[in-house]
């Protein structure tokens, strides 16, 4: 198993271009989240899904949007960049919440700056 | 509104010292607390507790957790400087997310 992969790794965007963020598990995980994390900050969560074609904003979804077509996949979509979106971007995946069973694997996350 | 709170955000040592680091805790519905290791990269996972007391060990790494006061401590013994890196705190509340600290940046000096 690849695990949690996300593409590109690093991109420089112009203010107020778009750009998608890829993510991808072969996990056969239920549930996908987004988070960024700004420089010596912890993370916060964008969006996140328990399953296709279910989405949920977290908390910092402005500028942000998702979709959840397939299990394996939960591309994050910028519109109209903004300097404040500079940030690396994580993905994680979880096969189901119970207790004992809150362990999210994360992807290697895409740093973007927005000049 | 869900919060987790982790001190110090920054510490500095010698290779060979003890460190404690603190993670507290507000959200409804917990589940579970989770400890993670961040060095460059992506979180990778230490430990996840969800009862009070008990005391999970990895090596020189060990966290126990406190439901009643709402914390959980991280301990390193006879660090190493391969142990520099941020620790993340993360508790599992309501719905199927987790809330993060803002992490403490551990730095172990030779």
């Known amino acids: 198993n690849a695990g949690v992969t996300q593409t590109p790794k690093f991109r420089i965007l112009k203010i107020g271009q778009s750009m998608t963020l890829q993510c991808t598990q072969d996990?056969?995980?239920?549930?996908m989240y987004w988070y960024r994390q700004d420089p010596g900050m912890g993370l916060k969560l964008i969006y996140y899904s328990v399953g296709a074609g279910i989405t949920d904003k977290g908390e910092v979804p402005n500028g942000y949007n998702v979709s959840r077509s397939t299990t394996e996949d939960f591309p994050l979509r910028l519109e109209l960049a903004a300097p404040s979106q500079t940030s690396v971007y994580f993905c994680a995946s979880l096969a189901r919440v119970v207790v004992g069973a809150d362990t999210q694997y994360f992807g290697p996350g895409t740093r973007l700056t927005v000049l | 509104e869900d919060k987790v709170v982790q001190s110090p955000l920054s510490l500095v040592v010698h290779e060979g010292d003890t460190v404690t680091l603190n993670c507290s805790y507000e959200v409804t519905n917990f589940r579970s607390l989770l400890w993670y290791k961040q060095e460059k990269k992506a979180p990778t996972f230490l430990f996840m507790l969800?009862?009070?007391?008990i005391e999970k060990k990895s090596g020189r790494l060990s966290s126990i957790l406190d439901k009643k006061e709402l914390f959980s401590i991280l301990n390193i013994t006879a660090t190493q400087t391969g142990d520099s890196a941020i620790y993340l705190c993360?508790?599992?509340?309501?719905?199927?997310?987790?809330?993060f600290g803002q992490g403490t940046r551990l730095t172990i000096n030779p």
């Open positions: 996990m056969n995980h239920n549930y």
């Open positions: 969800t009862s009070s007391g």
């Open positions: 993360a508790v599992g509340g309501g719905a199927q997310k987790l809330v």
